[in-house]
């Protein structure tokens, strides 16, 4: 029988979402990979004991994480029956709907026909009365936005969802849906969004708007998919997720971006940490970060990342010099 470390909330760091009441863990894990039915089980297993053991309280799932689609729902619903029942209300679950499900017209995008029920067929995969968090994975632009956040509020009001959060909405497309949500009486919870050291797409508006509305940020792919770290520095692993060439494509590893992570990887040493210690403390440096949500393939991971929270200060020269790699302009990159 698995009993939590009594230690889990003796060194996790826990950041307010937005204005709200709920605080989330500064690293969060997500199941998108290496949860699903083709995937190792107690693998899986040990990755979540020992993330709640080291203070992270949320797990993040989506519909269709997989493979095969739902399966990650299902898996993870096995392990909170087997391990975390007692601890259900020390944790925040969240799922989303939005992308590819089902077949037809009913099982993608933005209807509210898709999204509640949906939810209905996660909330079963998982054995759950609610989630605490329920997205809507992204935008749909032939969709009223009213439509599908409506669907969002129902979900709430229905005890289905305590908290309604949006992914891959753009600043202006945010700002909007922060307003109807809001207007609806179901505020907002959080927004997820692609944001690291190679994605910096959400400094362009979308964390200003956040903080200006008292909404959080759990920004996905932290690693860039393990780019940033040590993973390809010699090749590609047969284990790694470029090796499977689907969601990050061996292409992505490239001469060019090879240079920029041995330039950060060498920083990082500077540094004291690991480049993935230091990608996700990258991310956390801005306050406007609730949490880092990163995915492990090993428990290793999952302590690597947590230890990134030893050193989270970056000095004006580091971040000069982690500009200077990411643009490609720094010396130690000519050299090579
Ligand atoms: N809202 C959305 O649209 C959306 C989209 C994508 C993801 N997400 C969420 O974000 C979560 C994280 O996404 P992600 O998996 O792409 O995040 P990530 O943290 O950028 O990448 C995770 C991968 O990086 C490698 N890795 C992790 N820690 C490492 C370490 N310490 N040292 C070396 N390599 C390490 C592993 O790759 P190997 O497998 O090669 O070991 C791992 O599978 C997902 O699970 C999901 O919950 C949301």
Redesign the pocket.
Known sequence: MYVADNKRYDSMQYRRSGRSGIQLPAVS??????FGGVDHFENSRAMLRRAFDLGITHF???NN?GPPYGSAEETFGQILKKDFLPYRDELIIST?AGWDMWPGPYGDLGSRKYLLASLDQSLKRMGLAYVDIF?H??PDPDTPMEESLGALDTAVRSGRALYAGI??YNAEQTAKAVKILRDLGTPCLIH?P?Y?MFVRDPEQGLLDVLEKEGVGAIV???????L????YLKGI?S????ARDFFLKKTDVEKDKLAKIRALNELAADRGQ?L??MAVAWVLRDPRVTSA??????V??VD??VAALKNLKFSAEELRRIDGILAGTHPSQSAR
Do not use: C, I, M
């Open positions: 894990l997500g199941l998108w990979h290496n993040d799932l989506a994480y989303k997205y994975h992204r992914s891959a997820q692609k690291s996905f792919s932290p690693l860039a998919q393990g940033l770290s040590d993973r692993p284990d790694s997720r470029a690991t993935a210690e949500l990163v995915g492990t393939s090993k290793s991971q690597d990342n």
